[in-house]
C-alpha cells in the first residue's frame, strides 16, 4: 500500500508529479476526457506499475499522450490523412492509431507487442503542463482499477485507486466525461475504434471494435444490474433521467447530449453508491454524442 496524496492543481503539484514521473511512478491527472494514470512511456518498468495499479489481467495497448503534433511525429508514421484529422483535431480527444516508427523510444510493453500505437495530443490544461514537465511521452489509460467505471473526479480516482498510487492531480470534473473518439486511418479507409467526443463522419466508419482490445463488450461495468432506454423504473432501481425524464438525478434536463456525456460517468459512480441494488437508465437519442453514450451505457449493462 501506498498513500495516495489529492493536490489542487498548480504549478508546485504539477513539479511534484513530474518529479514522481521522472522517479518510475504512475500519477492521476485530468484530461478534457477522463482522468488517465500517467508515466513515462519510455520506461517500461513505469508502465507496468500502471497495470499493477490497476490490476489490468492482461497488456492492453496504452495510448501515448505528447504535448504537440511534432512530438507525435517523432513517435508514429502520419500520412496526409492523419495530419489533416491532427490538424483538425489536436489538441482534443481524438486518438490516432498509427504504425510505430522505429527507435520511437517508447517501451514495447506500451503497444503489447504490436507494430501500431495509439497517440493523442490532449488538450486540458493539467495535462498539457504535465507532459511539459516531464519532457517525455506519457502512456495513460483512463484511472480506474480494471473493469471499473472510468473516473470524470479526482473523487473517483481516489475510490479506485486510492493505496495503489502516490498522488492524484485535482482539477475538478473533467469537461467532456467520454474517453477519446479512437480512429485508425489507413489504406484501406478509416477505421472507427471507439466512438467518443469526437464525431465521425458515419460514411467513413467500418467498426472493427475487437481492434482495439480495450473494447471488450463489458468493460465500463458498474457492480449493480443496469437497464437502458428505461421509460420508468421500480421502487428499488436508482433511476437516471435523461429531458423529459426526470429520474433520481438526471444526464441532462434539458436533454443536451454534451452535458448528459459530460456527467454520464460521476451519475453512474452516484448509482453504484446508492441504497438501490439495480441502476435504470432513461433512453438517449442514438445521434451525435449521444451514439458514444449509448456504446459506453451498453458495455454498463452487459454481463
Ligand atoms: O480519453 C482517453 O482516451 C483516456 C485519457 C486518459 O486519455 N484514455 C483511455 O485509455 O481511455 P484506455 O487505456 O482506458 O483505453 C485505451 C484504448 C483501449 O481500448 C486500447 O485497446 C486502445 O485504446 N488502443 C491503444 N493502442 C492501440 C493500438 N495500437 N491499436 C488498437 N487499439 C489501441
Ligand atoms: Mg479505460
Known amino acids: ?13 504539477v513539479a511534484e508529479a513530474a518529479r514522481l514521473i521522472l522517479a518510475g511512478e504512475p500519477v492521476a491527472v485530468a484530461t478534457e476526457t477522463v482522468y488517465g494514470l500517467a508515466a513515462d512511456a519510455t520506461n517500461a518498468a513505469a508502465v507496468a506499475r500502471i497495470y499493477q495499479a490497476k490490476g489490468r489481467p492482461e497488456f492492453n495497448p496504452l495510448i501515448v499522450h505528447v504535448p504537440d503534433l511534432a512530438a507525435a511525429e517523432r513517435i508514429g508514421v502520419f500520412d496526409d490523412r492523419a495530419r489533416a484529422l491532427a490538424a483538425a ?34 488538450a486540458h490544461p493539467a495535462m498539457q503542463a504535465l507532459l511539459r514537465a516531464v519532457g517525455r511521452p506519457l502512456a495513460a489509460p483512463s484511472a480506474n482499477a480494471s473493469g471499473s467505471i472510468s ?20 482539477s475538478g470534473p473533467t469537461p467532456q466525461g467520454l474517453e477519446s473518439t479512437i480512429v485508425a486511418p489507413g489504406p484501406g479507409g478509416l477505421r472507427l475504434l471507439r466512438l467518443g ?26 457492480s449493480k444490474p443496469l437497464r437502458l432506454d428505461a421509460i420508468d423504473a421500480a421502487p428499488d432501481e436508482y433511476w437516471i433521467g435523461f429531458g423529459g425524464m426526470i429520474g433520481e438525478v438526471s444526464l441532462s434536463p434539458s ?23 439495480r441502476i ?3 433512453p438517449v437519442p442514438d445521434q451525435g454524442l449521444g451514439a458514444a453514450i449509448n456504446d459506453r451505457l451498453r458495455r454498463a449493462a452487459a454481463r
Open 255 to 277: 436533454g443536451d447530449l454534451a452535458e448528459a456525456a459530460a456527467r454520464l460517468f460521476d451519475l453512474l459512480h452516484q448509482a453504484e453508491a446508492s441504497a438501490k441494488p
Open 197 to 222: 467526443p469526437v464525431p465521425v463522419d458515419a460514411g467513413l466508419e467500418e467498426r472493427e471494435r475487437i481492434e482495439a482490445p480495450g473494447q471488450l463488450a463489458r468493460h465500463y461495468a458498474p
Open 1 to 13: 500500500m501506498t498513500s495516495t496524496k489529492v493536490l489542487p492543481y498548480s504549478e508546485a503539484a
Open 89 to 122: 483535431h489536436w489538441p482534443g480527444p481524438l486518438t490516432l492509431v498509427l504504425p510505430l516508427r522505429e527507435r520511437s523510444g517508447i517501451a514495447a510493453i506500451v503497444t503489447a507487442g504490436l507494430p501500431t500505437i495509439g497517440l493523442r495530443v490532449p
Open 280 to 282: 435504470a437508465v432513461a
Open 151 to 170: 473516473p470524470s473526479r479526482a473523487e473517483h480516482v481516489l475510490k479506485s485507486l486510492g493505496g495503489q498510487i502516490p498522488l492524484i492531480l485535482d
